[in-house]
Structures are given as structure tokens and as C-alpha cells.
């Protein structure tokens, strides 16, 4: 059977680009497909067959991916992936549209259905950092790309969904069923030195504005605990100039080795965001850690009383209290790890491969 992998864009990592990699040893000789792919970024891939789009060779473009999303349909649209069997697409944006075969299977693993144009449009328009006049422009191809998307969804064969809370945003947005199927996250055993810091607490992740940094940097302006910041973003300047507290760090970017020291070590994750899923929460479980997280979204799946804290709302007080209730409770770091073994990655991998055998048998069977 040969198979393609199909995903938006291959340029930073996060827990999209992950998955990717998870399901690349699953298919070990699949060929992949993306828009723009910066190698340096992604040493796993140095002897893979990578397809990229013509958004690659257009300058600018090929280094802000995000001002190309216009051209994103055409862009998987005109991937020909007549040759395959079966298609994956990890999709968070435009990745699903590829157009194949009746008798090719096209099965899109979907992270979440485009927040930019769905549930999030109005906030993603209000925070982007560009002009009000070029705003005005983009709600108007904003909408244009609502209706594309949905036509797109159509040609799926067959959804999976990261989660029960994405799995309830295809059924209302491409009124389609799906099958949940978790991402994993990596169980290490490795002992990590302390970093020189420590009584902190630690937010990682893209700064960005859906997953709420500003709301965590106006919390310890309050507070004035100690706050570790890993990852970068279109808001980085933002929220350094927001940010009043001697006792925050921001470290950008940094290797997993690196970030994995500061997660095992932390007094607790703070994830104040509404996620579609969310790996970052289990990288941290998967240490011990505790988790500080907003009742909603992916992490009502990830963690429970036992391994962190809730909060109800996106307020500094809401955070700030949760912050104080987890300081006078006890965690035992045992249980922690233990729940985040229920979503590793060799369970994620063998759940995909069985269930994408299954929708394969059926639909050879269909197209007999």
C-alpha cells in the first residue's frame, strides 16, 4: 500500500508537526506533502521524500506561511496524489482539500477545524498584528476561505479527531462524524538536572494570542512569583512590554532537552488556554508535574483532580486563586506519571494504525 502524508506546513515544531512525526514511523516510507517545509527544523526528516507547494519558492511567503493562507487551497489542491493509495492529512488549516481518487482513501486527522475562520475568527482578526485597514481585507478572505473549508471537508472519506472536544466542532462545523483517537506524548524516565531557577512556574508554548500568555503575565505581575516563559510568536513583543514582574523570565525558543529540564522541575504548568487538545499538559504529567489549567477544551480530557487544578475563567483573579489553591495541596508525582502513560505514544500509534486499517478494508470493500 503506498501512502501519503499530508500536512499544512512543516516550520516550526508544536504538537501538530509531533503527530506528523508519530505517524511517519507508523508509515516509515510514506512520502510527505506540505506547503513550506524548513529542513533545519526537522533533522527526523533529512532522508524522507518532501513535497513542497509553490508557496516554497516565493519569497517572504516561503518565511511567513501565515500571510499565505489565501493561497493555501490552491496550493493542496494542486498536489497530484493520484499514485497513493491512501492519504493522511494531519490538518489544522487547508491540508484536508487535497483532491484524490475515488479509490483512494483519504482519511484527515483533524486537530481541530480552522480556528482562524471558525470559533476563534473575531479574536484571531482582533489580536493579529496588522493594520486596521488590512484587517478589514482579511475578514473579507476570512469568509471566502469559511465557505472553501467546509466544501473541503466533503471530500474526506473518513475523520479522526484529536480529542471529544474537536470531535464536537467537526460534527457542528463539517457536519460529519469522526473517530477520537488521542495524540501521544513521549514517556521519558530520563532524570533531568535542576536548572539554576527554582520555586517557578512554567508556561510553554507558541506566543500567540489564543493561548493566553497576556493572561498569565498580568497573574504574576500580581503575584510576583517566579515564571519561566518557553517559546516565541507573533506576540513576543507584545508581552514583553506587558510584562512588570523582575521575577519572569522569557527563554524563546529552546531544545527539548532544555525544555524537558525546566518541565520536570517546575512547581506546576500553567495552561490558562481553551486547547483543542494539548501535549504540552502530558509532556509535564509525564514528569510529575502538576497542571494549572482553564475547565474547558482538551484539557478537561488530559487532566484531572489528581494531577492538577482548574480554574473556571480567563481572569487574573480566576488564575490567581487556582495558583493559591494549588499551593496548599499535596500531589503525589507517581499518579501524575502514571496518568499521562495512558496517553503515549505507542498507544496513539497503534490505535491509528488499527483504525486506518479498518476504514481501508471498508473502503476497498465500498469501491469493489
Not at 96 to 124: A, Q
Not at 184 to 196: D, L, M, R
Not at 244 to 257: A, I, Q, S, W
Amino acid at each position: 500500500m503506498k501512502v501519503a502524508l499530508v500536512t499544512d506546513w512543516l516550520t516550526s515544531r508544536g504538537g501538530a508537526e509531533e503527530v506528523v512525526l508519530d505517524m511517519l514511523e507508523v508509515y516509515p516510507d510514506a512520502h510527505i506533502y506540505t506547503s513550506v517545509f524548513k529542513p533545519k527544523n526537522f533533522p527526523e526528516l533529512k532522508d524522507k521524500k518532501v513535497i513542497t507547494s509553490f508557496i516554497q519558492k516565493l519569497p517572504l511567503l516561503n518565511r511567513k506561511h501565515q500571510i499565505a493562507i489565501s493561497l493555501m487551497p490552491l496550493a493542496f489542491e494542486n498536489f497530484d496524489l493520484s499514485s497513493y493509495d491512501m492519504i493522511i492529512s494531519s490538518s489544522v488549516a487547508c491540508s484536508k482539500g487535497v483532491i484524490t481518487k475515488p479509490e483512494t482513501l483519504h482519511v484527515s486527522y483533524c486537530h481541530t477545524p480552522m480556528r482562524f475562520v471558525w470559533n476563534d475568527c473575531h479574536n484571531y482578526i482582533k489580536n493579529f498584528p496588522l493594520p486596521n485597514f488590512i484587517k478589514k481585507l482579511a475578514t473579507n478572505q476570512l469568509h471566502k476561505l469559511r465557505m472553501w473549508d467546509y466544501l473541503a471537508s466533503q471530500r474526506v472519506d473518513q475523520f479522526f479527531a484529536n480529542s471529544e472536544n474537536v470531535r464536537k466542532r467537526i460534527k457542528k462545523y463539517y457536519k460529519q462524524d469522526s473517530i477520537v483517537i488521542h495524540p501521544g506524548t513521549k514517556i521519558s524516565s530520563k532524570n533531568h538536572p535542576k536548572p539554576k531557577e527554582s520555586n517557578y512556574y512554567i508556561a510553554v508554548g507558541r506566543l500567540i494570542s489564543y493561548k493566553r500568555f497576556d493572561l498569565i503575565i498580568k497573574a504574576f505581575n500580581q503575584n510576583k512569583k517566579n515564571l519561566i516563559i518557553i517559546g516565541d510568536g507573533n506576540m513576543t513583543k507584545k508581552l514583553h512590554k506587558l510584562n512588570t514582574n523582575p521575577n519572569t523570565k522569557f527563554l524563546g525558543f529552546v531544545d527539548n532537552e532544555t525544555k524537558n529540564q525546566y518541565l520536570q522541575h517546575a512547581n506546576a504548568l500553567i495552561f490558562p488556554q481553551e486547547e483543542d487538545f494539548g501535549i504540552t499538559p502530558l509532556e509535564a504529567q509525564s514528569f510529575g508535574t502538576p497542571v494549572i489549567a482553564l475547565d474547558k477544551g482538551g484539557a478537561k480530557e488530559t487532566v484531572s483532580d489528581q494531577t492538577g487544578v482548574f480554574f473556571q475563567n480567563q481572569t487574573t483573579q480566576d488564575l490567581n486563586q487556582a495558583i493559591q489553591e494549588f499551593e496548599v495541596r499535596k500531589f503525589n508525582k507517581n499518579i501524575i506519571k502514571e496518568h499521562a502513560k495512558t496517553f503515549s505514544k505507542q498507544i496513539f500509534q497503534n490505535k491509528l494504525k488499527s483504525n486506518l486499517e479498518k476504514a481501508y478494508a471498508k473502503h476497498k470493500k465500498e469501491m469493489a
